[in-house]
């Protein structure tokens, strides 16, 4: 029987979550996606529209099959959460449903349980800003849309997770070297990602029998990567100095989720897996 996967950050057909859900796809997983409610009409009417068709083209010929799109915003857990302004903003006022709590239920109704769960979601208001220069608020964030959110989802999903299920993120090696330009309090959320992964293995692992990683992603031109400004060079530095000097391409990361929920990785869990050339093992450049 195939496995299912909730995709949580899926927008376009240029980042990790779209890799991740190909490679899922290629391995016969069903895949259901989660798209922040602001980006989630033009998502939507892309697909319809067959704009993404050239890349849901499969190993096999086939094209990927997304069964749902839900609308989520990660960093509310319940309507309770939600401030007034959210609420009448004409975008998030067109789709129903979309805080974490309320998706993990739509997700079990339409469903009944999920194998797999993978959150490819970040976000940081002043991720331009160096830490120095960052409010408290914009940190708080960084940290509430990027790390808690994950938490957030994986507490709301582990009751619908079948027992062996596997779960992961995405992170980036700012958590522990020093990556100037990932500023606004992005590394900070990035390291809190990294050290709940291990926590929420232990947790979820004794209770549950569900496996968490996280891979740590080289650079990418991702939507997401472009707003931070220093991709091109992060890009072209990887290239010069990682130990395999090639581009990498985001289905080398989807390959590596997809062997990392597989029952190949059932033994791995609370680790950071890299997947970046190489580059992290480096102590200078060269
Ligand atoms: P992306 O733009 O494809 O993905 C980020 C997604 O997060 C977007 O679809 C955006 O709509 C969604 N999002 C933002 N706030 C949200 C919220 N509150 N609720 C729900 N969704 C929300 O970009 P990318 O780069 O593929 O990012 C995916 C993950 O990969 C992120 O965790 C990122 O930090 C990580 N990563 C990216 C690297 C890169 O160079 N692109 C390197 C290492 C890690």
């Keep these: 029987k195939g496995k299912r996967a909730f995709i949580a950050g899926v927008a376009d057909d240029n980042g990790y979550g779209w890799a991740i859900a190909k490679s899922l796809a290629a391995a016969g997983a069903e895949i259901v996606v989660g798209t922040w409610v602001p980006a989630l009409n033009i998502f939507e009417s892309s697909l319809r529209r067959g704009k993404f068709d050239e890349s849901r083209v499969l190993p096999n010929g086939s094209l990927m099959e997304i069964t749902k799109v839900y609308p989520l915003d990660a960093v509310f857990d319940n309507p309770e959460d939600v401030p007034e302004d959210i609420k009448a903003n004409k975008r998030y006022a067109g789709s129903s449903k979309w805080t974490v709590q309320e998706v993990a239920e739509s997700v079990k109704q339409d469903f009944g349980s999920i194998d797999i769960l993978v959150h490819s ?28 959110s994950y938490v957030s989802l994986l507490k709301h999903f582990i009751p619908i997770m079948n027992p062996g299920g596997s779960s992961i993120s995405l992170t980036y090696i700012a958590s522990e070297r020093i990556i100037p330009g990932y500023g606004g309090g992005m590394s900070s959320a990035k390291a809190a990602l990294e050290s709940d992964t291990k926590v929420l293995a232990f947790e979820a ?12 992603a080289g650079p990418l031109r991702s939507r997401a990567a472009k707003a931070i400004g220093f991709i091109d060079m992060m890009i072209d530095y990887s290239l010069e100095n990682a130990p395999l000097q090639k581009e990498l391409s985001a289905d080398e990361v989807g390959n590596t989720a997809a062997f990392l929920v597989s029952p190949l990785a059932s033994a791995i869990t609370g680790a950071v897996i890299y997947v970046d050339n190489g580059l992290n093992a480096m102590g200078v450049g060269v």
């Design 121 to 148: 979601l970040a976000n940081g208001p002043e991720v331009t800003k160096p830490l120095l220069e960052t409010s408290r608020k914009g940190y708080l964030a960084a940290i509430s849309a990027s790390s808690y």
């Design 205 to 216: 692992g004794r209770k549950h029998k569900i496996r968490v990683n996280t891979i740590s």
